[in-house]
């Protein structure tokens, strides 16, 4: 499934065309997943079901650790979690990378936010953000990596926002998602 360059979901969006583009839209109980973090105890589990109810929850799903668009990406928002924190929300980084590689990747670039590792691509999939070939232009024919993409989750578990990039370099609208969750 491929979607629209710069295509931006919201709540303010109605039209069923825009909605049906994606597998997961605003007004959509989340997709659940459990994923690994490596924390300083080792490999622990995240599952997305045991957060909601506690904060809203920020989803910045990227293509691949080490990379330059994605470390600007988490290393802004690592700088700027304040703002995040003061609307109550918990942000969250997933990429297809291991947990060993995005540990170092972390600790290498300065990296702040939970980074959990969707090695299988689950919720990549389920989440309907999984490129059929990452950039086979350069030679990187890798399926299954993750679009550029970022979701909130309220405390009920209802997707409030959501959008997906279709081009790597193409950041979501952080001032969207900060307007998002302070409707919430």
């Given at each position: 499934?491929?979607?629209?360059?710069?295509?931006?979901?919201?709540?303010?969006?109605?039209?069923?065309?825009?909605?049906?583009?994606?597998?997961?839209?605003?007004?959509?109980?989340?997709?659940?997943?459990?994923?690994?973090?490596?924390?300083?105890?080792?490999?622990?589990?995240?599952?997305?079901?045991?957060?909601?109810?506690?904060?809203?929850?920020?989803?910045?799903?990227?293509?691949?650790?080490?990379?330059?668009?994605?470390?600007?990406?988490?290393?802004?928002?690592?700088n700027g979690i304040s703002e995040y924190d003061a609307l109550d929300a918990k942000v969250l980084g997933i990429s297809g990378d291991n947990p060993f590689a995005?540990?170092?990747?972390?600790?290498?670039?300065?990296?702040?936010?939970?980074?959990?590792?969707?090695?299988?691509?689950?919720?990549?999939?389920?989440?309907?953000?999984?490129?059929?070939?990452?950039?086979?232009?350069?030679?990187?024919i890798m399926g299954g990596v993750p679009k550029r993409s970022a979701f909130v989750i309220d405390k009920a578990g209802i997707v409030q926002y959501a959008e997906?990039?279709?081009?790597?370099?193409?950041?979501?609208?952080?001032?969207?998602?900060?307007?998002?969750?302070?409707?919430?």
């Amino acid at each position: 499934m491929t979607y629209p360059a710069n295509t931006f979901y919201n709540a303010d969006l109605t039209s069923n065309n825009l909605e049906s583009i994606m597998s997961i839209k605003v007004g959509d109980k989340a997709p659940d997943f459990t994923l690994v973090t490596l924390t300083a105890n080792g490999p622990e589990l995240v599952t997305l079901s045991d957060l909601i109810g506690k904060s809203n929850i920020v989803l910045l799903f990227v293509p691949m650790a080490f990379t330059g668009v994605c470390t600007a990406e988490f290393c802004d928002i690592s700088n700027g979690i304040s703002e995040y924190d003061a609307l109550d929300a918990k942000v969250l980084g997933i990429s297809g990378d291991n947990p060993f590689a995005q540990d170092a990747w972390a600790k290498k670039e300065g990296i702040t936010i939970t980074l959990l590792s969707d090695y299988e691509h689950t919720a990549t999939e389920a989440y309907g953000v999984a490129y059929e070939q990452f950039l086979p232009e350069k030679n990187l024919i890798m399926g299954g990596v993750p679009k550029r993409s970022a979701f909130v989750i309220d405390k009920a578990g209802i997707v409030q926002y959501a959008e997906v990039q279709e081009h790597p370099k193409d950041l979501p609208d952080f001032e969207a998602i900060k307007s998002t969750l302070r409707s919430l």
